[in-house]
């Protein structure tokens, strides 16, 4: 994979653009490895195309690395052989649970910014990188509410990315998202990640449903803000590839081509050249 | 390790997101966590809305709207995989008897087929052993594809408004299959003797030569050329359909 390279969520919404409209042609692809483990038929040759087309990078959803719950090996097992199988070399979840009580949830709750949860996290990241034989790369989440935080979500993660080894998958725009609903300062929160273990950043719309809370849909183009707040993130970090998400409310495909043009124009300025600093 | 505390905290914030009953959670924002308990909600009405889209026109908005969010309350979602999540919530309006609660009997089956359709267009693809396009219909095997299910609904849902199918109790059996070609997956209702048959060439392909004796102590029908008649636009229509791939003298 290219350092300079801006990707975009392959969704079976428009899927038919990935592999037809010789005018989108982004630099690789990201989708939910959850999304397609034992599937056959019309959606497997789809996914197989796409695979051989663009590069590839696995994005989980369901690993619930933040869990009480025992690590689902019989998912684990399939999931290996999946990455395997299409040569996928960065695998990426949330950090965060979508399990408790035995019970798949969905999505993606808030973790305790708590000590304990902070060991708890490295350990199931390194079992999870032995046993994939690949390093895992754990997403900063949007959260509408802490639950019980005993630290600062800008310690619980640096905590956890430096104690695990762990890469990073910086969200700006969950930044963006936290900052808004949490009353934090963006800038000082990305100066306060562990910039130098960044494997990749994701840059997304969200949709504002109240004047004090800000949702993570995916459903809507990037506002200007966030642009900024990527624009001073790339300013600060070495190059890496970049991914556009975009889960609903797809728009027409030119619109997805000129937001990854932006954020194009936006790491060639800072990046362009730019080998290693 | 995490602490009992940690853990205690986490299971109440799922526990209402599941049922939407409060609990008493510490540290949260005020008036933030329904969202969560509203995006959980939300993923499991659209899963079971997109791939039950005909229970869910025959039903009322309000035994919708209840199977939704019993199900998310009472069931622990095993599957990692959303989109196998409607297997399980067929399981569980089965297994807890709602089709009784609201007198719609064809209920269970209906979601079924809508669930089988899904699981045919997905299942992982299976290798078919090596077979030709043409071949002898009497002495040559017959190569079945093997992505197809073959059921049996008491309420003839496939071919009747489910209402409608309540009031006709009976055994219907049906061939879901995949078209080897395109992918689309296709309903095709069956007699017992054909359901025989293709349960026979599942087992172990074998020529229609093969069948007939079977066939015979089975069914008893001895008239060969009258069941010769029979099954050989039976079997071209398999063909057709891509059911039957093709042939094989090995
Ligand atoms: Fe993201």
């Known amino acids: ?277 | 390790m995490l602490l009992n505390e940690t853990i205690d905290i986490q299971n109440r914030v799922a526990r209402y997101c599941k049922s939407g009953i409060e609990e008493d959670i510490p540290g949260v924002t005020k008036n933030r966590l329904h969202n969560y308990r509203r995006l959980i909600y939300n993923i499991v009405d659209d899963t079971m809305s997109t791939a039950f889209p005909i229970t869910k026109e025959w039903l009322s908005r309000d035994e919708w709207d209840m199977l939704v969010s019993d199900f998310l309350a009472n069931h622990s979602a095993q599957t990692p995989q959303v989109w196998k999540l409607p297997s399980e919530f067929y399981s569980y309006v089965k297994n807890n008897n709602y089709a009784n609660r609201f007198k719609k009997e064809a209920l269970n089956d209906l979601l079924f087929i809508e669930w089988i359709e899904i699981e045919v267009h997905t299942t992982p693809d299976i290798s078919v052993p090596e077979y030709k396009a043409d071949g002898d219909l009497l002495s040559d095997k017959l190569i079945l594809n093997p992505h197809f299910r073959l059921i049996q609904l008491t309420y003839p849902v496939h071919n009747h408004h489910a209402g409608e199918a309540s009031k006709n109790r009976g055994n219907w059996y049906l061939l879901i299959y995949r078209n080897q070609e395109t992918n689309a997956v296709h309903f095709m209702q069956l007699s017992q003797l054909y359901v025989f048959i293709i349960e026979q060439l599942t087992d172990n392909p074998m020529s229609v030569s093969d069948l007939i004796p079977l066939i015979n102590t089975a069914f008893g029908i001895d008239d060969e050329a009258t069941l010769l008649a029979n099954l050989k636009p039976f079997i071209e229509s398999l063909a057709a359909k891509t059911v039957i791939l093709g042939y094989s003298n090995k």
């Open chain 1, 1 to 277: 994979m290219k350092t300079n390279s801006i990707g975009i969520g392959f969704r079976k919404d428009f899927a038919d653009e990935f592999i037809d409209n010789s005018n989108f042609s982004p630099d690789f692809v990201e989708f939910a490895p959850e999304n397609w483990v034992d599937m056959g038929g019309y959606w497997k040759k789809i996914l197989d195309k796409v695979t051989e087309k663009y590069p590839a990078i696995c994005h989980g959803l369901s690993l619930s690395i933040g869990s009480a719950e025992d690590l689902d090996m019989v998912f684990l097992k399939k999931l290996k052989k999946f990455l395997d199988q299409y040569n996928i070399e960065i695998y990426s979840e949330h950090l965060s649970y979508t399990k408790a009580e035995n019970a798949h949830l969905f999505d993606l709750l808030p973790i305790p910014f708590r000590e304990d949860a902070v060991k708890h996290v490295v350990n199931r990241i390194k079992k999870v990188q032995d046993f994939l034989e690949r390093p895992l790369v754990i997403e900063n989440v949007s959260y509408y509410t802490p639950v019980a935080a005993e630290m600062s979500e800008e310690e619980f993660i640096t905590n956890i990315v430096n104690e695990s080894g762990c890469k990073m998958l910086l969200d700006v725009n969950n930044v963006y998202v936290n900052a808004f609903n949490h009353n934090y300062d963006t800038k000082a929160f990305i100066d306060s990640m562990p910039l130098d273990k960044i494997a990749y950043l994701h840059m997304a719309g969200h949709t504002k449903v109240s004047d004090d809370l800000i949702i993570d849909t995916h459903g809507q183009a990037i506002i200007d803000p966030v642009y900024d707040l990527f624009d001073y993130t790339v300013s600060k970090i070495n190059p890496v590839p970049v991914l556009l998400e975009r889960d609903f409310n797809i728009p027409e495909t030119n619109e997805l081509i000129t937001e990854m043009s932006r954020l194009k124009e936006i790491t060639t300025k800072h990046w362009e050249g730019v080998k290693c600093f």
